[in-house]
């Protein structure tokens, strides 16, 4: 799941919307809407934001939460570590090969390290 997709199911569940019914709303197929919330698609585009934003009538502050949720989450991304340290792509390729098992205080503690920086 990304960010993204998280809040959106979020304020789905909050005004009592079936996936399917928001799908309809915006014009979209359910299966794309899902695939979205699960993080099996890639980043939406600014005009689904927005859509999504005024659907729910969300203020200034949470709109530009969701962009930045949407700008945050591409679920397949890459890391160009080139001109970087050996220690940069380490840490990128560990990263990598081990996000898979993190316990998800451990990502949170190593997202809010990275937040700090």
Same mark, same amino acid.
């Given at each position: %799941?990304?960010?993204?997709?998280?809040?959106?199911?979020?304020?789905?569940?909050?005004?009592?919307?079936?996936?399917?019914?928001?799908?309809?709303?915006?014009?979209?197929?359910?299966? /794309?809407?899902?695939?979205?919330?699960?993080?099996?698609?890639?980043?939406?585009?600014?005009?689904?934001?927005?859509?999504?934003? !005024? /659907?729910?009538?969300?203020?200034?502050?949470?709109? !530009?939460? %969701?962009?930045?949720?949407?700008?945050?989450?591409?679920?397949?991304?890459?890391?160009d #570590?080139?001109?970087? #340290?050996?220690?940069?792509?380490?840490?990128?390729? !560990?990263?990598?090969?081990?996000?898979g098992?993190?316990?998800?205080? #451990?990502?949170?503690?190593?997202?809010?390290?990275?937040r700090? #920086?």
């Open positions: %799941m990304t960010p993204f997709g998280q809040r959106v199911r979020e304020l789905r569940y909050a005004r009592g919307i079936a996936l399917k019914q928001l799908a309809a709303d915006l014009e979209i197929s359910p299966a /794309y809407l899902s695939a979205l919330e699960h993080g099996h698609r890639g980043l939406p585009s600014e005009a689904l934001v927005v859509q999504i934003c !005024e /659907y729910f009538n969300l203020i200034w502050d949470d709109f !530009e939460d %969701m962009q930045r949720l949407a700008a945050l989450s591409h679920p397949r991304i890459v890391v #570590t080139a001109g970087l #340290t050996a220690t940069h792509t380490e840490l990128a390729n !560990e990263l990598a090969r081990r996000i098992r993190l316990p998800r205080d #451990t990502a949170q503690r190593l997202l809010d390290i990275l700090k #920086t």
